[in-house]
Structure formats: C-alpha cells, structure tokens
C-alpha cells in the first residue's frame, strides 16, 4: 500500500484525474479539465477545470456503476455555494463505454479505462476504509474535557491503546454503581 495515487485518463478532448493525496482521508478528488482552443490544457493550478470531492459513500456509489450492478448514479456538488452535477452513466446496455459528466466537463471511458478505474477506485476504497476510519486517542489530551480539543484526541500512533473510562451512575437515591470500561 502506498501513501498516495493518481490515475488520468485522457482523451482528444477531456482529460480526467482521479487523485487520492492520502490514504488517511476519507475522500477522493476527481479533476476535469478540457484542451483550449489553442490547443493547450486547462491548468487546475491557475483554478481552470473542475475538481470535485467524493466522500466514502460517493465512492461506493460510483463503483457500483462500476462493476455494472448499477445502470448510473448521478449526485450533486455543493462548494462555496456552487452547485456541480455529477453523473456516471453507461452509453448503451452493453455496457462498453462509460459516461462520465462533472458539471459542463464529459469524459466517456473505454473498456480498458473502466477496468483500471473500477479496480483502482476498489484498492483505494479498502485503503481508506482501513486508514481513515481508525480512532485514535491522543494521551496529552485524554484528560481534558475541553470541547475545543476534541478534535485532537484522533491523534494517538497506537489505535490499539485505549483507555479505561470510569463513570457513576445513580441507580436510585441512595445506591451508585460505578461503570468501567
């Protein structure tokens, strides 16, 4: 397993990405960009294309077009209040070529190109489900009941090491029983 992936998949016209800048977050992007009229590509770096996020549920979705079980699946985008229509559809009932639409950007993928997606988007899915789902507690801060700092505590090396919590519960006026675990 590596720590990143990026697979483009270009055509005359269109050009699309599929990036996964770490196998610890819980999301791919997925980059179009067009060729120009002067014949040069559009430059995500200077904010030309589109790049849209795809989050865990997304991911499964698309693949389920994918391996076929599913006929399309089509979502929508919403970033800084711009809304992005996604869509994955198949051309015909063979089921040959792939229609993808990203906003105003389309790419079509031939039989090759679905196979080294569908079976790229499948690793990077296991790798994300075991890397980015894993809590981790961070010791410095498993003390401190600062909601502030809550967002630190997934921050430990060692998921394995968990730690004990003690808590009292009333079980009527006069008796407490106290919970570990």
Known sequence: ???????SFFGQSTGLTLLSSSKSDPFIFLKCIKK????????????????????LDEIVMILEVFKRTSDSWSSYHNFNDVKTQISFKWEN???KKLLIYIGNYSKMLNFAQIEIFRLLLEHILQEKIEFATIVNINPRKAGNNNPKDNGQRNQVKNPTELYVVQESVELNENEVSQIKG
């Open 1 to 7: 397993m590596v720590e990143k992936h990026s697979q």
């Open 36 to 55: 120009k009229s002067d014949g040069s590509w559009e430059k995500p770096s200077l904010g030309e294309g589109k790049t849209i996020k795809c989050n």
């Open 93 to 95: 009932e063979n089921k």
